[in-house]
């Protein structure tokens, strides 16, 4: 048996290289000894390196990537990875994200939130028979908008009017006039919807109708790609004859399902079948369709919408006293906000003040047994509610809603004779902290007396700017903090360094609007 020297000594004379030992390139590889010291096998450099000469020699880039020089442009690396070639500019239109030019619109859909640059529009089921206009407002700062409304009839949709320039910052009104208003009834109708499309993002609002009448509110719109398939109704219960509450659902494709399940049932109409209490109806629709349900005197809040493909849905009521026993009546309207975006925790501000009015809530369930509670504690809390049930209350205070679950609150501004002295109903839905934005481009309704922009922040934030002014004036609420800031009429810039929340207030005599003034879309909710 030889020994441990002669053993080793062996091993050694049947190596043919020296186990680390260098051996030139292959190609970007280094050749390195094997453990095994039999052979050379090629070795990739460590991170942004190729061999040269035998030595792992760091790049300046890797060849052919490529990144972004500014916001419209972009620069590709050389092969030898020595440094960037000449710069080359984006497309108009277009901007550059992670080295890749992409339309604005694309950038919108990729991060989505309320700027879009699809949007639908729907003459409104009114007190009168007026039309209903959506707002466009250019979110751009250097990019003029390219604008066109499209009105669908039958099976097909058709321009109106030619296209309308919009300059950064700026916004255009499209007047819905057509058709009539399908009436205080149930009824599928074959198209008769609006579509805004644009080639930069825009922000959308709905005004039915836009000038300060005595029955009137409006909606922030949501764009296409944003749209989801299960939506839970916010209405309101129905105080004045013949002014029924509905729901209306657009769809954004052909043969797209919708089903809904009303707590109180809901009446037949025009392609539009009876459902009972708890049951569920279905109807199809084509792109651009829409579908109006309603339930006579009962009230609709509550009802489950589902669908096959994404819609558009809003809740409304024709006409309305808040509470009931309280006038005048108005006419309030929400496009719902889809399930998935719902959260836990939110700013319960009360509108900016008029009188000595009260607020009045309800808070809706977005699952089963969420739990809601408020700090500082308003009457009925906490409360427990399964989806699609709602608690309704009054106070004249602000305050932080959270919960064990997702849900969603609404405010509904008091009749003007309840102490208001001036404006009547509207309605609006909360937005959850997490879907703050930190920049908003909004547009308020016409001929009304007072507009407020409120802003919601962190105690103690960063500033927030609307058109160039620092906001101030703030009261506390929980964390957070509440300014109720005037602004004149028509299109604005608020804009922080940190994410707020802001809505969308306008009072005049007999009546009022209100909306959220954007938000963040991402799902926190996940239904499907």
Known sequence: EPSESESEATTDENCVCIPGQVDGCDGDDQLLC??????????????????????????????????????DAYKVCNEEGSDYGDVIPCDDGEECQSGICLTLCALAESDPSSVGCVFRGNKMQNFDEEPSSVVIG???????????????????????????????????????????????????RDGGTFKVVSDVPVVAYQHSPIDAEAHNDSSMLLPDHAQRQDYIVAAYTPSVGGNPAYFNVIALEDNT?????????????????????????????????????????????????????PVWAVGAVQ????????????????????????????????????????YWWRVYSGDAAVTIDTTPQQPGFPVTLDQG?????????????AGD??????????????????????????????????RYVFV??????????????????????????????????GGY???????????????????????????????SYAYPGGLQLEVINPIR
């Not at 609404?410 to 509207?426: C, H, I, K, N, R």
């Open 34 to 71: 094997a453990d095994d010291c039999q052979g050379f096998a090629p070795v990739p450099c460590d991170g942004l390196a190729v061999c040269v000469g035998g030595g792992c020699q760091p790049l300046f880039c890797a060849p052919g990537s490529r990144t972004c020089e500014g916001a």
């Open 138 to 188: 250019n979110v751009s700062e250097t990019h003029t908008a390219n604008v066109q409304l499209y009105y669908y009839e039958g099976d097909a949709e058709q321009a109106e009017g030619g296209a309308v320039q919009v300059a950064p910052g700026q916004s255009h009104e499209f007047v819905l006039t057509k058709p009539g208003e399908p009436g205080p009834v149930s009824v599928l």
């Open 257 to 309: 399902v919708v089903e809904w399940t009303p707590p109180d049932g809901t009446a037949a109409g025009t392609g539009v079948m009876a459902v009972g209490p708890g049951q569920t109806g279905m109807a199809t629709l084509g792109d651009g369709d829409m579908l109006q349900v309603t339930n006579g005197q009962g009230d609709v809040s509550g009802t489950y919408l589902k669908s096959t493909a």
């Open 319 to 358: 006409c309305v006293n808040v509470p009931s026993n309280i006038t005048f009546c108005d006419h309030i309207e929400e496009q719902l906000i889809p399930l998935e975006y719902w959260g836990e925790e939110y700013v319960g501000a009360h509108a900016p003040k008029r009188g000595n009015e009260d």
């Open 389 to 401: 049930e709602f608690y309704e209350f009054s106070t004249q205070s602000s305050f932080i809603f």
């Open 405 to 438: 679950g997702p849900f969603m609150p609404v405010q509904y501004l008091e009749s003007q004779d309840g102490g208001a002295g001036t404006g009547d109903p509207a309605s609006y839905q909360m937005v959850p902290v997490e879907q703050f934005l930190d």
């Open 444 to 477: 308020t309704g016409s001929g009304y007396t007072f507009h407020y922009a409120q802003v919601i922040r962190e105690a103690g934030g960063a500033p927030v700017l609307i058109d160039g002014v620092e906001v101030s004036g703030y009261y506390p609420v």
């Open 481 to 511: 903090e509440v300014a109720d800031w005037p602004i004149s009429e028509g299109a604005h810039l608020a804009e922080s360094n940190q994410t707020f929340g802001i809505y969308q207030v306008g009072y005049t005599g007999v009546t």
